[in-house]
């Protein structure tokens, strides 16, 4: 019975991307959204985000910590660059928030909130590239995979997908952007904290562990980080909340850790950590670079 509604909603919606193999997963995967329109939604998200921190009296970006902010843009780029899609209008954004999580939009906008280096609950250490850079890619990885926009469409019905879904990408996304990540009220800002199945976090988990190491960035950082994430007090609002406490996620990045170690050591072995370069294309030739904007 679902294949049959697989293939019927595929049918249904063969004016949108529809059914399609994913290119980071390379498995095949129902979503609505073309590509090409992930940037505008994020977008939407990121702007009513940015309106509640603003509103609320909050710094941002240079305002907020202008040493951190440099570091992420610079952490960004890098690990854009070796990303699946490194032509994303990637963005990076700092807000004064106290709260540990940091997110990335569909289309590569990336918001950190400061409480993630906070010194008695937060996640990373202040000024550690390779433990901001396991964060970073994770969430960059939620991007690059879809993973909201494939989840979005698993919950539309058939029988609104036809007119809901096209009109919805006709305008640029959903009409509301916002609802993507769910409203969470904490210390008094709306904020936008995505909420994945274990399925995504765990995907996200691997990709995301596979770029910092091909950025240049020590993949044991991330083992070590998601170990202690599991052993933090959960609220729903940190980046705990994702991280049981049998610390599986952790165990499950170990069995990748060989691999990721060799792609680390080609890495520094090339010179990684410089300013990032073009990627190489299928063809051999190189990409435009992309530059990480900030606004």
Same mark, same amino acid.
């Given at each position: 019975?679902? +294949?049959?509604?697989?293939? !019927? ?11 399609? +193999?994913?290119?980071?997963?390379? $498995? ?8 090409? %329109? =992930? ?28 040493? *951190?902010?440099?570091?992420? $843009? ?12 490194? %032509? ?7 807000? /004064? ?11 590569? +906008? ?28 994770? /969430? ?8 909201? !926009? *494939?989840?979005?469409?698993? !919950? ?5 997908? @036809? ?19 769910? =409203? ?16 995504? /976090?765990? *995907? ?23 170990? +202690? ?22 165990? *499950? ?5 060989? =691999? ?7 890495? $520094?072995?090339?010179?990684? @950590? ?15 670079? %992309? ?5």
């Amino acid at each position: 019975m679902k +294949k049959i509604l697989l293939i !019927t909603a595929c049918a249904i919606l063969a004016l949108v991307e529809g059914c399609a +193999k994913d290119l980071v997963t390379g $498995k095949t995967t129902l979503n609505y959204y073309d590509i090409k %329109n =992930e940037p505008q939604l994020g977008a939407q998200v990121l702007a009513v985000q940015e309106k509640e921190i603003k509103a609320k009296g909050k710094r941002m970006d240079a305002d907020a910590d202008p040493v *951190e902010y440099e570091r992420i $843009k610079r952490i960004v780029a890098r690990l854009a660059a070796v990303s699946h899609y490194p %032509n994303f209008p990637y963005e990076v954004h700092l807000a /004064e928030v106290d709260v540990v999580n940091a997110w990335c939009a569909p289309g590569g +906008k990336v918001m950190v909130y400061t409480g993630l280096w906070d010194p008695k609950k937060g996640l990373v250490e202040k000024g550690n590239d390779d433990q901001i850079a396991a964060v970073l890619a994770h /969430e960059i990885a939620h991007a690059t995979a879809r993973h909201v !926009t *494939e989840s979005i469409s698993k !919950t539309m019905t058939i029988a609104m997908a @036809g007119a809901a879904v096209q009109g919805a990408i006709a305008a640029g996304g959903s009409s509301q952007g916002a609802d993507l990540f769910g =409203e969470i009220f904490a210390n008094g800002l709306d904020l936008y904290i995505p909420s994945y199945s274990r399925k995504n /976090e765990l *995907e996200a988990d691997r990709i995301g562990l596979f770029y910092m190491a091909k950025a240049g960035y020590d993949p044991r950082a991330a083992v070590a980080l998601w170990k +202690k994430a599991a052993t933090m007090k959960k609220d729903r609002t940190s980046i705990y909340a994702s991280h049981p406490a049998s610390g599986v996620r952790a165990r *499950e990045l170990e069995k990748y850790l060989p =691999e990721a170690m060799a792609m680390y050591e080609k890495a $520094k072995a090339s010179g990684a @950590g410089a300013e990032p370069s073009a990627p190489e294309t299928k063809k051999g030739k190189k990409a435009a670079k %992309n530059p990480v904007r900030t606004r």
